[in-house]
């Protein structure tokens, strides 16, 4: 059967019920139907928390259909709660962009999926409506300041650096002029959308501690400057009260449940490659308030969303894992040993040896945390006994335990051996010291140098014109001390997607930077990075459909 077949063959449990499992009452929860709640923020209890197991689930460089981070996640937490762990998936919601796109949904696959799938990967609870309609509030308060010539703050419109979002994959939205048709239509400037997941509210919703939090963050988005160069922030134009006001209800982390019934955390979805790539910090604390593991993942390969999550979210939430967990797949390591498209899915014990360079990299990256990893092996039909017992071999070498995971087959029945393993790594790693990579008080090019250096295995950073200028600009702000969030294709260590592997003497080039001084983060744009995505030639969505009964069928 196909994912969305599966997922329609079970019968959801009442959301009343999976809340009971963990200790939530019917009236602490704020209901969307029968299987979605809203949790509230009263629920998170700070001392639980100090006790609570915090996995983190990661990956080797991807090929572009992705190695199943979201579905060894769900599979892994149902392996914890069948070996008798009080365990809870926490999760990002999907975009509608790579839904209707080319890489399809989030809400796992097989007999790992949360549910109801349909629901997850559509509108959901309106999460990314309400985050496009504060994004887009701002837009427009922005330019109603422009069109008032009374208004105290002469907002310079050649200087204002905030776009608007949509959550859909439009190429044609990327620049674009507004304000055309005379005077009483605003003033004409050039303007562009980037998608929703990119929206400097996405990261906000993601980083913030509390509603209190949530508001001084948008009060210090950055805007642009006057006509006498000063800086234009949100709260100047007095537009973070309203903002956070069509916040309230998403703020929520939102309850659901995996095929087995258990309760799952779906919260935030901001992309790895062009954002920080981890779902929200209240949706993780939520997660440790309620159960006793918790188990997140971080978009892409490790040299992103985990990159982010232990340099960016570690420290804004004052979290740290406890063990991080790296998704291996033999199709993978077939790729970054040489394998074409068309040669993916035949075996190749050779093309696995080569390609182990790639993994051993996200390997020696981890370790370099202070976290020696668990490799969970995605297992696809394909894969052969050869290739997998070579796999185990090569990160043994590494003092590193590779598990199969048969999640996709078999769910929680396929997932109790890395659960059990995950479990015996936690304990071994107790007196490990997770640190972070950089200290924030270091300089803007010595924070993106290590991160090149020692993530990448970059030679050089190299900036261009308007990157340097841009530097200044941040200085000037005062933003200096903020963590990096760099925007990097996600198909290689280099700014270069066809360098697979473990490219070697290369350097990266930081083209622009963006401010997300709200977030509380700068974004070095490295290559040829863009914030707002196109569709495929041929759309994933051509093969969807909906019937009379409202069944629908070709969701991935």
């Not at 950055?222 to 703020?251: C, E, H, R, W």
């Amino acid at each position: 059967m196909s994912d969305i077949e599966i997922a329609q063959s079970v019968k959801p449990h009442h959301i009343k019920n999976i809340a009971e499992k963990i200790g939530i009452t019917e009236e602490d929860l704020e209901l969307y139907g029968k299987y979605k709640a809203k949790l509230p923020l009263s629920l998170i209890d700070n001392e639980k928390i100090k006790s609570s197991k915090l996995i983190l689930v990661t990956a080797l460089t991807p090929t572009p259909a992705g190695e199943g981070k979201t579905t060894v996640s769900i599979g892994l937490n149902e392996g914890l709660n069948k070996i008798g762990k009080k365990s809870i998936v926490v999760l990002r919601e999907p975009s509608l962009g790579p839904v209707f796109g080319i890489k399809g949904g989030a809400a796992g696959g097989g007999y790992s999926q949360v549910i109801p799938m349909e629901d997850i990967n559509l509108h959901f609870t309106g999460d990314f409506s309400a985050i496009e309609k504060a994004n887009n509030f701002l837009a427009a308060i922005i330019d109603n300041v422009i069109q008032n010539n009374e208004h105290e703050i002469k907002l310079d419109p050649r200087t204002v650096v905030w776009k608007r979002v949509i959550d859909l994959n439009d190429r044609s939205l990327r620049n674009i002029i507004i304000g055309i048709g005379g005077k009483a239509n605003g003033v004409m400037r050039q303007d562009g959308f980037n998608i929703t997941a990119a929206s400097e509210i996405m990261a906000i919703v993601c980083l913030a501690n509390s509603i209190s939090d949530l508001k001084e963050k948008l009060g210090n988005i950055f805007v642009g400057f006057t006509y006498s160069n000063q800086p234009v922030y949100a709260k100047d134009l007095k537009a973070q009260n309203a903002m956070t006001i069509l916040l309230k209800d998403a703020i929520q982390p939102n309850l659901v449940q995996t095929l087995e019934g258990n309760p799952a955390i779906i919260h935030g979805g901001p992309f790895a490659n062009i954002a920080q790539g981890t779902n929200s910090i209240l949706a993780t604390k939520m997660g440790l308030s309620l159960g006793d593991y918790v188990v997140t993942e971080a978009g892409f390969g490790a040299d992103l969303g985990a990159e982010k999550f232990m340099n960016i979210k570690c420290g804004y939430g004052n979290l740290k894992p406890n063990v991080v967990v790296i998704v291996a797949t033999i199709r993978a390591l077939r790729h970054h040993g040489g394998a074409l498209t068309k040669e993916l899915n035949a075996a190749s014990v050779e093309k696995v040896k080569k390609g182990f360079c790639n993994l051993e990299k996200h390997i020696e990256n981890i370790k370099k945390f202070g976290i020696n990893p668990v490799v969970a092996i995605n297992h696809f039909v394909t894969d052969t006994e050869e290739e997998i017992n070579e796999l185990v071999r090569l990160c043994a070498q590494l003092n590193v335990k590779a598990v199969l995971s048969k999640g996709w087959l078999l769910g929680g029945n396929g997932t109790q051996e890395l659960a059990s393993a995950v479990v015996e790594e936690i304990v071994k790693n107790e007196k490990q010291e997770f640190k972070p990579l950089y200290n924030w008080n270091e300089s803007v090019k010595q924070k993106i140098e290590t991160i090149a250096q020692q993530i990448y295995g970059a030679n050089n950073v190299e900036y261009s014109a308007k990157a340097e200028q841009d530097l200044k600009r941040i200085e000037k702000l005062g933003l200096s001390q903020l963590p990096i969030c760099v925007a990097k294709t996600q198909k290689s260590f280099s700014d270069n997607e066809t360098l697979i592997g473990r490219p070697t003497n290369f350097n990266i080039t930081v083209r622009e930077f963006e401010i997300a001084a709200g977030a509380g983060f700068l974004i070095p744009i490295i290559g040829n990075m863009m914030r707002m995505p196109g569709l495929p030639s041929i759309p994933a969505s051509e093969g969807m459909d909906i019937d009379d009964n409202g069944i629908i069928s070709g969701l991935s």
